[in-house]
C-alpha cells in the first residue's frame, strides 16, 4: 500500500489554517496515523485510527477521513508546529506499516 | 513512564551485518499484547517501517528488507535486537526503535513513543 501525502512542503504564517493530504493506493479503513517530526528530532505520535487525538496533543490538531483520503488540519498554526509531519497506514500486514513521503511545514 | 533507546555501531563496511540493541524501560515484552518496532530515515529522507516483534514472538517484516532482517527479543534484559545484512551505502540511515501494541482484533497500534534514534553509516 503506498501513501502518497500532499504537498511535499508548504509555506504558512503564525494563525494559519493548514491542510495536508495523504492518499492512500487502496482502502485502509480508518488505520490512519499521523506523526510531528522537528529537526534533529524522533517523531512524535499526533492522531491515530485517522481522527483520535493523542494524549497531550493541542487540540488545535485534528484529522478525518476513511477509505483512501485523509486529512491533518492544522486549524491556527503557532511557532512550534513548524516541522515535517509523515501519515502512516496500519491497515494490514501485509504488506507492512508504510509512511507517506512526509509534508514539510516552513515559515514564510 | 516509557524509554526506549538504540545503541550499536555508527559505521558499518559495505557488506558487513548490522546489529543494533534496543533498550527499553516502562513496559515488558512479556506482557501481552506489547511490541516493538525498528522504523529507519537516511538523511532528508522519508521513514521507513523495518520490522517488528510483539510479545509472543511473533515477528513482522518489511517484505522489501525482509531476506536482510532479522529481529528477536530477550525479556529479561528488556531488548530487542534487529541485525541486517549485507549493508550498503544505501542503508545509510538514522535507526529507531518504537514502542507498539496489538490491540483486540488484530489493531495494529501506531509506535509511541520512539527512541531518540541512532545514526548508522555505511562506508568503505
Known amino acids: 500500500i503506498q501513501l502518497t501525502q500532499s504537498p511535499s512542503s508548504l509555506s504558512a504564517s503564525v494563525g494559519d489554517r493548514v491542510t495536508i493530504t495523504c492518499r492512500a493506493s487502496?482502502?485502509?479503513?480508518?488505520?490512519l496515523a499521523w506523526y510531528q517530526q522537528k529537526p534533529g528530532k524522533a517523531p512524535k505520535l499526533l492522531i491515530y485510527?485517522?481522527?483520535t487525538l493523542q494524549s497531550g496533543v493541542p487540540s488545535r490538531f485534528s484529522g478525518s477521513g476513511s477509505g483512501t483520503d485523509f486529512t491533518l488540519t492544522i486549524s491556527s498554526l503557532q511557532p512550534e508546529d513548524f516541522a515535517t509531519y509523515y501519515c502512516?497506514?496500519?491497515?494490514?500486514?501485509?504488506?507492512?506499516?508504510?509512511f507517506g513521503g512526509g509534508t514539510k511545514v516552513e515559515i514564510k | 513512564q516509557i524509554t526506549l533507546k538504540e545503541s550499536g555501531p555508527t559505521l558499518v563496511k559495505p557488506t558487513q551485518t548490522l546489529t543494533l540493541t534496543c533498550t527499553f524501560s516502562?513496559?515488558?515484552?512479556?506482557?501481552?499484547?506489547?511490541?516493538v518496532g525498528w522504523i529507519r530515515q537516511p538523511p532528508g529522507k522519508a521513514l521507513e517501517w523495518l520490522a517488528l516483534?510483539?510479545?509472543?514472538?511473533?515477528?513482522r517484516y518489511s517484505p522489501s528488507l525482509k531476506s536482510r532482517l532479522t529481529i528477536t527479543k530477550d525479556t529479561s534484559k528488556n531488548q530487542v535486537v534487529l541485525t541486517m545484512t549485507n549493508m550498503d551505502p544505501v542503508d545509510t540511515a538514522t535507526y529507531y526503535c518504537?514502542?507498539?501494541?496489538?490491540?483486540?482484533?488484530?489493531?495494529?497500534?501506531?509506535?509511541?513513543?520512539w527512541g531518540q534514534g541512532t545514526l548508522v553509516t555505511v562506508s568503505s
Open positions: 516483534i510483539y510479545w509472543d514472538d511473533d515477528k
Open positions: 502512516q497506514q496500519l491497515n494490514s500486514y501485509p504488506p507492512g506499516f508504510t
Open positions: 516502562g513496559f515488558s515484552l512479556s506482557t501481552s499484547g506489547v511490541g
Open positions: 485510527a485517522a481522527s
Open positions: 487502496q482502502g485502509i479503513s480508518s488505520y
Open positions: 518504537a514502542h507498539t501494541l496489538l490491540g483486540a482484533g488484530n489493531y495494529y497500534v501506531p509506535f509511541d513513543p
